[in-house]
């Protein structure tokens, strides 16, 4: 019990952590090192990114154990799918309206604290997965070199789990609840708007 206090209490260094790896690394092939970087960025520059995957673990702490493990290794295995078929150039239809439903479905299951099935809550956290790493793989820039670019955006990825997990200990505080909540609408209401811009109607 003590080791698991532990390791809660170490979300947040941990989060930082990874988001300082990339100050201290040192590449010198440039190439790998823009593929990196661009990877590292893309999902904390896009709001959309950014929003579903603090959901995604945000939304595994809610649910708690094993989901708030499973749901962070399933995202990120998936977006890897994702990025393998957009590089293929197989399409996925209708790619940035799933990333938009993600984060409003994402955000409601926060907001109303929907404990869904397991395998429910994995086939969706999978396919948004899946949705997000074929946006990256369709930005991959032409200089970068795939592997970099994708060990980019996969620790990035995991410091936003990561983030989202440390956010969820506020679940068991008093009026942590609410604001979790609240904060869920808003993510929701943020998806709203961006599945508005992504079908044309905004």
């Known amino acids: 019990m003590r080791s698991e ?5 170490a979300a947040p260094a941990l989060t930082l952590a990874l988001f300082a790896l990339p100050a201290l690394a040192h590449v010198e092939d440039a190439a790998r090192s823009t593929g990196f970087v661009a990877g590292l960025l893309h999902p904390i520059l896009g709001p959309d990114h950014l929003l579903a995957m603090v959901a995604v673990g945000l939304w595994g702490a809610v649910l708690g154990r094993p989901l708030v493990v499973a749901l962070p290794i399933a995202f990120p295995l998936l977006m890897l799918a994702g990025a393998a078929l957009a590089l293929f150039g197989i399409e996925i239809p209708k790619v940035e309206a799933g990333i938009a439903l993600s984060v409003v479905a994402l955000g409601a299951a926060i907001l109303f604290a929907w404990r869904a099935p397991a395998a429910v809550a994995l086939a969706l956290v999978g396919l948004f997965g899946l949705c997000h790493g074929h946006a990256h793989g369709t930005e991959l820039p032409e200089s970068a070199a795939p592997a970099a670019y994708a060990a980019g ?8 789990h990561l983030a989202g997990i440390s956010l969820g200990l506020l679940w068991e505080r008093p009026n942590g609840r609410r604001v979790l909540r609240a904060a869920g609408g808003l993510v929701c209401a943020a998806g709203v708007w961006f599945l508005l811009l992504a079908t044309g109607l905004l």
């Open 153 to 160: 955006f996969l620790l990035s990825t995991g410091a936003l």
């Open 5 to 9: 206090q532990h390791a809660w209490r």
